[in-house]
């Protein structure tokens, strides 16, 4: 049966699996859709949430605190709960402007991009970024646009190339570039 769903406004980012549910950013509102009945739930968040992904227990929204994703000076992410649909945590980007959020790997995987693009690694225990990976250099180097998990690695396609970038999530580094 092909069931529609009315998310209320369109959708941005892809959509997430996990908890019971599926989670898509639909105008400036979180929709969770349970899989097992379709109730659809519109959860407001705080900014204007441009990815979510789903791991570590916890629904995780990449926001933009000050504006519009691509225009953004501060932005966070925000860790809900997933039974009570609460924010329970807050990680600051500041100066930053997260567009894209994966969970796998035991991280939580944050694209920024300011700073021609970097990667930002989150410990879901602590919330707090524990590592940074591109985006030192002004110039040159990887610009990361998307990110997946999964497979012993961290994968991240290249917006300035249009390679896909496999990363090794413990050290961080390239272990593979993949192009045409």
């Known amino acids: ?14 959509p997430a699996i996990g908890e019971g549910a599926v989670w898509v950013i639909a105008g400036e509102t979180l929709v969770r859709i349970d899989t097992a009945t379709s109730e659809v739930t519109r959860i407001p968040v705080s900014g204007n949430p441009s990815s979510v992904a789903v791991g ?5 929204v990449a926001v933009c605190t000050d504006g519009r994703a691509g225009q953004c000076h501060d932005g966070a ?35 920024d991009n300011k700073q021609r693009g970097a990667i930002l690694r989150i410990d879901p225990t602590t919330a707090r970024i524990v590592q940074r990976i591109f985006g030192e250099h002004c110039c040159s180097g990887p610009i990361p646009a ?18 896909l970038l496999r990363i090794d999530p413990e050290t961080g580094e ?3 570039r993949l192009s045409d």
């Open 1 to 14: 049966t092909l069931t529609r769903i009315d998310l209320g406004g369109p959708s941005r980012g892809r």
């Open 56 to 60: 570590a227990g916890s629904a995780w």
């Open 77 to 111: 992410v925000l860790r809900l709960d997933p039974g009570t649909l609460r924010v329970i945590q807050s990680v600051e980007v500041r100066g930053g402007d997260p567009i894209q959020v994966a969970v796998g790997e035991g991280a939580v995987w944050v694209v």
């Open 146 to 163: 998307q990110i997946a998990v999964g497979a012993g690695g961290l994968w991240v396609g290249e917006g300035n190339s249009g390679n």
């Open 174 to 176: 390239i272990v593979a």
